[in-house]
Nanobody, 127 residues
Framework: QVQLVESGGGLVQAGGSLRLSCAAS????????MGWFRQAPGKEREFVAA????????AYVDSVKGRFTISRDNAKNTVSLQMNSLKPEDTAVYYC????????????????????WGQGTQVTVSS
């Protein structure tokens, strides 16, 4: 079992920044790919970013490339998402997810690759 708890969401003006954190417990995430997804009201859940277990591979949805950066600290069992130049269309609930197939990096943008999910943190960007 892996428990994931997101934090860092909030209300920010367009152009601002937020840093989301995901704290994992129950198992070390050192061998797991980690991802961030988001879901806006009335829309399906969308892939945002992912990082392989080693940090050597990353993936981003096109709409956040150059603005968002995923990182991880395996020693602290945490994953973060630095979000800069935020836009109103980034408004959503953001979820952290863990793929507990060790060393996996097959389809990081697919939510079916992930086994555990956090409860989400709300990000609201005002125009």
């Amino acid at each position: 079992q892996v428990q994931l708890v997101e934090s860092g969401g909030g209300l920010v003006q367009a152009g601002g920044s937020l840093r989301l954190s995901c704290a994992a417990s129950g198992r070390t995430i050192s061998w797991f790919a980690m991802g961030w997804f988001r879901q806006a009201p009335g829309k399906e859940r969308e892939f945002v970013a992912a990082m392989s277990w080693s940090g050597g591979n990353t993936a981003y949805v096109d709409s956040v490339k150059g603005r968002f950066t995923i990182s991880r600290d395996n020693a602290k069992n945490t994953v973060s998402l630095q979000m800069n130049s935020l836009k109103p269309e980034d408004t959503a609930v953001y979820y952290c997810a863990a793929d507990v197939t060790a060393l996996s990096w097959s389809t990081p943008s697919s939510d079916s690759s992930y086994d555990y999910w956090g409860q989400g943190t709300q990000v609201t960007v005002s125009s």
